[in-house]
């Protein structure tokens, strides 16, 4: 049973950093790719980003890159998602999925596994 387990959302003001992480659980994710999505309100959930497990290679929506960096660490089963010079646009609820490592990165329904969520607010 794959559990993916997300922490570090809070308020933040525009200009500031987070740092989301997800913890995985049951089972080995070698063969895995490891995703960041994006859900606010009244939108459809968006890619944000993603890592493979074993390359390490990374993926990043156009609105993120050069401002986030997903990266994990093997031993702990942790995947990060370290935000920097948030904006108000940023705001979101934050998901971390999970899949096999192939077909597109950025689409959602292709991840049959995902975590519940937290919360990412920025201020103006």
């Known amino acids: 049973q794959v559990q993916l387990v997300e922490s570090g959302g809070g308020l933040v003001q525009a200009g500031g950093s987070l740092r989301l992480s997800c913890a995985a659980s049951?089972?080995?994710?070698?063969?895995?790719?490891m995703g960041w999505f994006r859900q606010a309100p009244g939108k459809e959930r968006e890619f944000v980003a993603a890592v493979n497990w074993n390359s390490g290679r990374t993926y990043y929506a156009d609105s993120v890159k050069g401002r986030f960096t997903i990266s994990r660490d093997n031993a702990k089963k942790t995947v990060y998602l370290q935000m920097n010079s948030l904006k108000p646009e940023d705001t979101a609820v934050y998901y971390c999925?999970?899949?096999?490592?192939?077909?597109?990165?950025?689409?959602?329904?292709?991840?049959?596994?995902w975590g519940q969520g937290t919360q990412v607010t920025v201020s103006s």
């Open positions: 999925a999970a899949k096999i490592s192939s077909g597109v990165y950025g689409n959602k329904y292709e991840y049959p596994y």
């Open positions: 049951g089972r080995t994710f070698s063969g895995y790719v």
